[in-house]
């Protein structure tokens, strides 16, 4: 890659532009957004900041589209032309199908990373419909780990692993507050239930073993962990998580509908 477009510098524009500079110091970015604080954000890294989305495509080979969806409309206003460009999506929702037949003469691929791009642990899931590109994915395996997915996996992956962090991030702090309700001090339970959380990822990871396995481990006869897996079956939180990730989807597919009515009206 030689000169790369990052359409709105928000958190994960951001986090793209870093793992770029870091990883590729050689490639030219320019970088958009709509407030002077975001531009003055971009220019602090190192790498060219303007507000001229039309420059920013005219000017690169691949375009990042990073901006909210419901602004995909403004960019697509601006743009004049798009011919011969390859154009990746992280924008929620918006199908390649519409992409591609609003982005004249480009080469359109959707990806979804997650806000864990800022310390460079970001799963993203690239649409692999229409064939992999190797160049693409240099982007994002500088962000973190990368999975090839049918594109009609995208609003089930925008749920589980683009939302996701939000999620643990309740659970962490419902588990946190429970220890807090017990006597321990907050720094002391949140810092050891992060310890505890990455300790089992890794155990589930090395072993492969199913996270029943694991649990059963844990359980022993009238002690504590069956206690508490008995409020947790009482007050339904697997069945909790299981509709989370469910009305997270519908809401990921509400939002392609909209925007792609938006655009086609």
């Not at 697509?76 to 519409?98: D, F, H, N, P």
């Not at 080469?107 to 419909?129: D, F, G, H, L, Y």
């Amino acid at each position: 890659m030689h000169k790369v477009a990052v359409i709105g510098t928000g958190k994960i524009g951001t986090a793209i532009i870093r793992a770029l500079l870091e990883s590729y110091p050689s490639v030219r970015i320019i970088s958009t957004g709509r407030r002077d604080e975001t531009l003055m954000k971009a220019k602090s890294m190192g790498v060219e900041a303007t507000k001229d989305n039309d420059y920013a495509v005219r000017e690169s080979d691949l375009v990042i589209l990073s901006v909210k969806p419901q602004h995909f409309s403004t960019v697509l206003s601006q743009v004049k032309s798009w011919e011969g460009k390859k154009v990746v999506s992280v924008m929620a929702g918006i199908r390649a199908s519409t992409l591609s037949s609003l982005l004249k003469g480009a080469k359109v691929v959707r990806a979804m990373p997650n806000i864990n791009a800022i310390v460079k642990r970001s799963v993203t899931a690239i649409a692999e419909n229409g064939g992999r590109d190797e160049e693409i994915e240099e982007v994002f395996r500088a962000l973190g780990t990368v999975y090839w997915v049918p594109e009609e996996m995208l609003d089930v992956w925008t749920a589980l692993v683009g939302s996701g962090p939000a999620f643990i991030s309740e659970i962490i702090d419902g588990l946190v507050l429970g220890a807090v309700e017990c006597g321990m001090p907050r720094d002391l339970a949140y810092n050891a239930v992060l310890d505890m959380i990455a300790g089992t990822v890794e155990n589930l990871r090395l072993n492969g073993d199913h996270p029943v396995t694991l649990r059963d481990l844990v359980t022993t006869p009238s002690g504590t962990t069956i206690r508490g897996l008995m409020t947790m079956e009482e007050q339904g939180v697997k069945s909790a998580l299981i509709k989370t990730v469910e009305s997270a989807y519908r809401r990921a597919k509400e939002i392609g509908n909209e925007i792609d009515r938006k655009i086609r009206d």
